[in-house]
């Protein structure tokens, strides 16, 4: 088993509509967990990170964390075609600390006109 | 703006050649940083942890005396790729922990002849 899984997509949705990308993790010790952005022959880019169980909202960006399922989710709302990118799911191992990321292989999203 | 700074962006060589990537933190110090390489279509692969002062630490399966890394400041971590060869070419990424974030340089593609 992966330590962290995402569905490589691609996850088609119209513009305007509510993009949903999930992930889940292996190692329930985990505690920090962090969405990037990635555009084609870019570098990652930060766009959420939530420490705690519940929702986390930053303008159209909405990341979901429920430990007990291990499962961390980012929702896109009014997805634009910009939003068309891979988007990579990263976590903390659980000693903590300033650590190596783990990342997921990434969910590619194509957000049509 | 950037706040992990990465150079060259790109870089082509002829095999044979070393090739050396310098990634710097620009408004913090960062004791550990991260190069991470990357091939088309896959998630980010950890090679090794560059560590201030000290000896880098390699993933599994990373060849430390082909990726050689010094970290001798707290703000400069270099990677030198010796003696490339065309397998060698991929998206090479450095990162560094700052304010509790994870970021990212901006990248380099390394292409080998």
């Known amino acids: 088993q992966k330590e962290v899984e995402q569905n490589s997509g691609p996850l088609s949705v119209p513009e305007g509509a509510i993009a949903s990308l999930n992930c889940t993790y292996s190692?329930?010790?985990?505690?920090?967990f962090f969405w990037y952005r990635q555009y084609s022959g870019k570098s990652p880019e930060l766009i959420m990170f939530?420490?705690?169980?519940g929702d986390k909202e930053d303008g159209r960006f909405t990341a979901q964390l429920n430990k007990a399922s291990q499962y961390v989710s980012l929702l896109i709302r009014d997805s634009q075609p910009s939003d068309s990118a891979t988007y990579l799911c990263?976590?903390?191992?659980?000693?903590?600390?300033?650590?190596?990321?783990?990342f997921g292989a990434g969910t590619r999203l194509a957000v049509h006109p | 703006g950037a706040v992990v700074s990465q150079h060259p962006s790109r870089v082509i060589c002829k095999s044979g050649t070393s090739v050396k990537i310098e990634c710097r933190s620009l408004?913090?110090?960062?004791?550990?940083m991260f190069w991470y390489r990357q091939f088309p279509k896959q998630s980010l692969m950890l090679m090794a942890t560059?560590?201030?002062?000290?000896?880098?630490?390699?993933e599994q399966g990373v060849e430390k005396d082909k990726f050689l890394i010094n970290h001798a400041s707290l703000t400069l971590s270099t990677l030198t790729v010796t003696s490339a060869h065309p397998e060698d070419s991929s998206f090479y990424i450095c990162?560094?922990?700052?304010?509790?974030?994870?970021?990212f340089g901006s990248g380099t593609q390394l292409s080998v002849l």
């Open positions: 990162s560094a922990w700052g304010r509790e974030k994870l970021f």
């Open positions: 560059s560590n201030e002062g000290s000896k880098a630490t390699y």
């Open positions: 190692d329930r010790g985990s505690q920090s």
């Open positions: 939530i420490y705690s169980n």
């Open positions: 990263a976590v903390t191992p659980p000693r903590g600390g300033y650590n190596k990321l783990i």
């Open positions: 408004d913090f110090q960062a004791t550990t």
